[in-house]
C-alpha cells in the first residue's frame, strides 16, 4: 500500500508536484471505473480519489453530478465502492475516497474507516464535514490508520485555515475558487494566495482543485502547491467517448498531459 | 383590538439565546440535531449572516422598520377566525384558524421573507437567491425583492414549476428570474442543492434567503424567528377571543417554518399540546410520502442534522405529497428536537385525507385553503373527535389555496 506521505516525499524528491485524480465508483460502469482509475495512475496519477456516489451533491458542477447519478443508476453502493478501492490500491496509487458525509454517518463512522483501511485505501477527503463536526470522524480515521483530508478556500480567514488544517493529516485541499467543482478556462488566481496563506498554519502538502483541465494549467498550479486536482475533465473524457476503449485512450492522453504539466 | 396599537413584535420577540429556554447552542445544535454540513467556502459568509442578524435583532431601528412592513405591507395582524360548521365535522370541538392566508402573497412565507430581505440590505448584498417548492416562498422572495431593489434568481424543481405554472408566472411577472432545476427528483430538494451551488459561487454580493427551518446555522433560528410572529399574535387572540389558550396547536410540516412559527410561542404553555402533520402521500406503505419525522432516521441532509427518508447507506429517498410545498425528505433540526423531546408530536395525512379537507373547509366556511395546510385541517378533524366537544383547538392556515386550483381542478374532476 503506497500512502500519501511516501507520494509527496517522492514527489518533493523529483522536484514536482504530485497528480491527484478523481473518479466517481460505479462510473462509467462499476468495472469500467476501476479500468479508468488504472489508466489514470498508469498515465501518472499518483493518487486516486474515488468518489462515494451520493444523492445530493451540493459542491459538485455539471459533470461530477452526471457521473454520479449514472453510477446511482448503475446501482453503485458502498461494497462497490470499497471494491473499487481495493482495486484501484493494486496499482500501486495512493487511493482515498471522496465522500459527503452522510453515508458515512449512516454506515458508522468506525466501520467505514476499518472497511476502508481493510480495503486498502489510505483516507478519505470529507467535503462537507468542518472542523466543528469532525471530532468522530477523526477518531474513527486515526484508530483505522488512515488520513483525513479536509478543505480550505479563498473565503477562508487566518483562524479557519488554522483551524481546518488541524484536523488535516495527508495532505490539506485547496479549493482554488469560490464554486463548485468543474474545469475551467483558467484556475482561480485566489489558489496561489490561498496556498501561500495555508503554508503558514502547516507542514503538511497543500493540493490545489477546482478548475484544472488541462496541462498548462496542471503547470501552473504545480510552481506553487505541492499538488494538482483533476476530476470533471477526466469524467468530461469519459462522458464524450463513443465506447470504452476510446473513454481510456482519452484518459490515458489527458493523464499524460496533465503529469508532463506537473513535471514541468 | 388595542394589541393593534402597540408593536407587533417587540424586541423580546427575537430575543436572543436562553430567553426562551430553546434556542441552539453556538454551533446551532438543538440538542443532537442542526449545526453546519457545508463546504468550508460557505463558512464565512454563514457567520456573517449569523453575526449580522444578531446586531439586526438587538436593534430597534431594524424591530422598527419590520414591524412597520409586517403591518403596512404584510398586512399584520392576521385575524383568527373560528369556523363552526367546520368544526360539526371534528366531533364538535371548537376550530379555531390563525389566517395567515390573508397576508400579502397568500402564504405565511412572507414574514420570514421581509425579515430576510432587510438582513440583505444590512449585509450590503444586491442579490437574492431561494429555492422554492410549491412556489409560494419564491413568490414572496420576488415579492421582497422587487419591493426592495434587489435582483432575485428562484431555483424551482422542473416537476414543481410544472404543477404550480401560476406561481412560476407570478414569480416572473414581480421581476424573478426563475430557473427550473432538472437534476435529481426535480423537486425542492434539487432546488435547495442548486441554489447552494449558486451562493458559492456568487456568496460576495448574494444571499441565500432560506425558505424554511431546515439548512445549516443560523438559518434554522433565523427563519424561526421571524416566523415567530404568527404565535405571538395568535396566542395573545386565542386568549382575547375564548379567554384561555388552547387545548391544542396544529400545523401542517414540510420543512416546518410555519409550524415552528405558531408553536414557538406556545412551547412553554405545557397544557397546549403541539401537533404537526406531515404529508402521508399515498401511504406509509407505499413509499410514497414525505413521512421524515414519523418513518425518517436521523442523517444530514442540506447542511444540517435532523431526520431525513434516506435508504441504510444514506441515499436520500424522493419524498411524494400531493402538495408541493411538504414534498421535501428532510425537516428543520428544531422539529427533530421537540419530536425527541415529546413536546410536540407528529402525524402523517394522506392526500387524499388532506384534499377532504381542503373541499370541506371551502364548502362548509368559504376559505379555500393550501394544500398545504391542508394537512393541518385534515389533522384538527381527527384531534378534535378525539379530545371532544370541550375542546379549542387552533390551526395555523398557513396559506390559501389560489395557487392549487390546478391540482383541485385534476382531483375533483372539478
Keep these: ?264 | 383590538m388595542t394589541a393593534t396599537q402597540e408593536p407587533i413584535l417587540t424586541a423580546a420577540d427575537l430575543a436572543g439565546h436562553g430567553v426562551h429556554g430553546d434556542d441552539p447552542d453556538a454551533q446551532g445544535k438543538f440538542g443532537i440535531f442542526g449545526g453546519r454540513y457545508v463546504p468550508e467556502a460557505l463558512i464565512p459568509a454563514l457567520d456573517e449572516v449569523a453575526a449580522e442578524y444578531d446586531r439586526a435583532r438587538n436593534d430597534p431601528a431594524f424591530l422598527r422598520e419590520f414591524d412597520h412592513l409586517l403591518r403596512t405591507y404584510a398586512g399584520r395582524p392576521t385575524t383568527l377566525t373560528e369556523v363552526p360548521r367546520f368544526a360539526q365535522h371534528a366531533g364538535g370541538a371548537r376550530i379555531v384558524l390563525k389566517r395567515e392566508d390573508l397576508t400579502h402573497t397568500g402564504a405565511h412565507k412572507i414574514n420570514n421573507v421581509l425579515g430576510q430581505a432587510l438582513l440583505t440590505k444590512r449585509l450590503g448584498k444586491t442579490r437574492v437567491i431561494a429555492e422554492t417548492g410549491a412556489g409560494q416562498h419564491g413568490v414572496a422572495t420576488a415579492t421582497a425583492a422587487a419591493l426592495m431593489g434587489l435582483e432575485c434568481v428562484i431555483y424551482m424543481g422542473a416537476v414543481d414549476c410544472e404543477r404550480q405554472a401560476l406561481n412560476v408566472a407570478r414569480m416572473k411577472l414581480l421581476g424573478a428570474t426563475v430557473v427550473p432545476v432538472t437534476n435529481g427528483s426535480q423537486t425542492l430538494k434539487d432546488a435547495i442543492n442548486e441554489a447552494f451551488r449558486d451562493w458559492v459561487t456568487n456568496v460576495d454580493r448574494t444571499h441565500y434567503l432560506f425558505g424554511t427551518i431546515a439548512g445549516p446555522h443560523p438559518f434554522p433560528e433565523i427563519v424561526r424567528d421571524f416566523a415567530r410572529i404568527i404565535g405571538v399574535e395568535a396566542r395573545r387572540q386565542i386568549l382575547e377571543l375564548t379567554g384561555a389558550l388552547p387545548d391544542a396547536v396544529c400545523a401542517a410540516v414540510g420543512g416546518g417554518s410555519n409550524a415552528i412559527g405558531i408553536f414557538h410561542a406556545f412551547i412553554e404553555d405545557s397544557g397546549v399540546a403541539l401537533h404537526g402533520y406531515e404529508a402521508g402521500g399515498r401511504g406509509l406503505e407505499t413509499g410514497e410520502h414525505a413521512l421524515t419525522l414519523t418513518a425518517g432516521s436521523v442523517g444530514v441532509l442540506h447542511g444540517s442534522r435532523t431526520y431525513v427518508l434516506q435508504d441504510e447507506e444514506g441515499q436520500t429517498i424522493e419524498s411524494h405529497s400531493i402538495s408541493a410545498g411538504l414534498d421535501y425528505p428532510g425537516v428543520g433540526p428544531e422539529h427533530a428536537w421537540l419530536k425527541d423531546s415529546g413536546r410536540a408530536v407528529y402525524h402523517g395525512i394522506t392526500d387524499a385525507e388532506a384534499m377532504e379537507a381542503f373541499a370541506l373547509l371551502a364548502r362548509t366556511e368559504g376559505i379555500i385553503p393550501a394544500i398545504e395546510s391542508s394537512h393541518a385541517l385534515a389533522g384538527a378533524l381527527k384531534l378534535g373527535r378525539e379530545l371532544g366537544p370541550e375542546a379549542t383547538v387552533l390551526v395555523n392556515l398557513s396559506g390559501r389555496g389560489d395557487k392549487d386550483m390546478g391540482t383541485a381542478m385534476k382531483y375533483f374532476d372539478l
Design chain 1, 1 to 264: 500500500m503506497t500512502t500519501l506521505q511516501t507520494v509527496f516525499a517522492k514527489a518533493k524528491a523529483d522536484d514536482r508536484a504530485a497528480l491527484v485524480g478523481y473518479l466517481p465508483a460505479g462510473f462509467p460502469t462499476k468495472d469500467g471505473a476501476i479500468a479508468a482509475a488504472a489508466a489514470m495512475v498508469e498515465a501518472g496519477c499518483d493518487v486516486i480519489e474515488i468518489g462515494l456516489p451520493y444523492s445530493d451533491p451540493l459542491m459538485d458542477g455539471p459533470t461530477i453530478q452526471d457521473a454520479v447519478h449514472r453510477a446511482l443508476s448503475n446501482g453503485t453502493r458502498i461494497a462497490d465502492v470499497l471494491r473499487t478501492v481495493e482495486g484501484v490500491a493494486k496499482t500501486g496509487a495512493a487511493t482515498l475516497v471522496m465522500t459527503y458525509w452522510n453515508p458515512i454517518d449512516r454506515y458508522g463512522a468506525e466501520r467505514f474507516a476499518r472497511d476502508l483501511a481493510g480495503a486498502g485505501g489510505v483516507g478519505t477527503i470529507t467535503p462537507d464535514l468542518t472542523p466543528e463536526e469532525a471530532g468522530p470522524w477523526r477518531e474513527a480515521s486515526a484508530a483505522a490508520g488512515i488520513d483525513t483530508v479536509f478543505l480550505v478556500a479563498p473565503s477562508s480567514t487566518e483562524e479557519r485555515i488554522k483551524a481546518v488544517v488541524e484536523c488535516c493529516t495527508g495532505f490539506v485541499y485547496a479549493a482554488s475558487l469560490m464554486g463548485v467543482t468543474g474545469a475551467r478556462e483558467s484556475v482561480g488566481s485566489a489558489a496561489q494566495g490561498l496556498v501561500e496563506r495555508t503554508r503558514t498554519h502547516t507542514d503538511l502538502p497543500v493540493c490545489v482543485g477546482l478548475g484544472v483541465g488541462n496541462g498548462r494549467q496542471a503547470a501552473e498550479v504545480a510552481a506553487y502547491a505541492d499538488g494538482v486536482i483533476v476530476g470533471s475533465a477526466f469524467i468530461r473524457r469519459l462522458l464524450d467517448a463513443a465506447d470504452e476503449p476510446s473513454g481510456l485512450a482519452a484518459v490515458r492522453e489527458l493523464g499524460a498531459e496533465l503529469a508532463a504539466g506537473v513535471r514541468d
